[in-house]
């Protein structure tokens, strides 16, 4: 998986590549798919939600450019992966998921693998965790219309956050950084997300 998807499609920051290889996917998905855990593609995982494929995990983890100090907010837990790569790679990760059984779930199996700097929540992803506020990163890991405010008011000056923006069914991977508290964009790569759901997201699941 590491060297077909993740360093032979461009993948070059080395603290990805480990997290890659250390963190077991396959404990993340379902055993009647853990055959497929390792292949290029999303994987259901129940309450209509997914797990990303391996090498869009590598590369919002990549455009998060992590040096091992940050203290990170993900919105949507969803089976965990993602969550236990950042905390290979972060010093602390808080992490929301609106579904309390996918948030319960991913909670066991980081607490299994000896993860100690995960804190979850259930709730709305889109309004933050404001009492933890700033983040030096932010990762959203479903579609948005578009930037959160709230989020982006959380995200400290200099911070970095990762968002697919678009419709319900397309989105562009949007690298957003805090320049004095205005949003500073680039574009990465189109990509396919299940919609953010909440206040300030999609309506509905």
Known sequence: ????????????????????????????VSENLRTQAYNDYPLPI???QTISQPYM???????????GKEKVLEIGTGSGYQTAILAELSS???TIERIAELSQAARQRIEK??????VFRVGDGTIGWPEFAPFDR????????????????QLSDGGVMVVPIGDRNFQILNVVKNVGGRPEVEQSIECTFVPLVGKEGWNGA
């Not at 693998?113 to 995960?118: A, F, W």
């Not at 932010?138 to 008011?153: E, Q, R």
Request: net charge neutral; glycine share 10%; proline share 4%.
């Open 1 to 28: 998986m590491v060297d077909e998807q993740i360093i032979g499609r461009g993948i070059k920051d080395q603290g990805v590549i480990e997290a890659m290889l250390v963190v077991p996917r396959h404990k993340f």
């Open 46 to 48: 129940g309450a209509g």
């Open 57 to 67: 995990v590598a590369l919002m983890t990549e455009l998060l450019q992590l040096s």
């Open 92 to 94: 602390q990760v808080f």
């Open 113 to 118: 693998l000896g993860y100690k700097n995960v």
């Open 138 to 153: 932010i990762l959203i890991t479903a579609g948005a219309p578009d930037i959160p405010k709230s989020l982006f008011s």
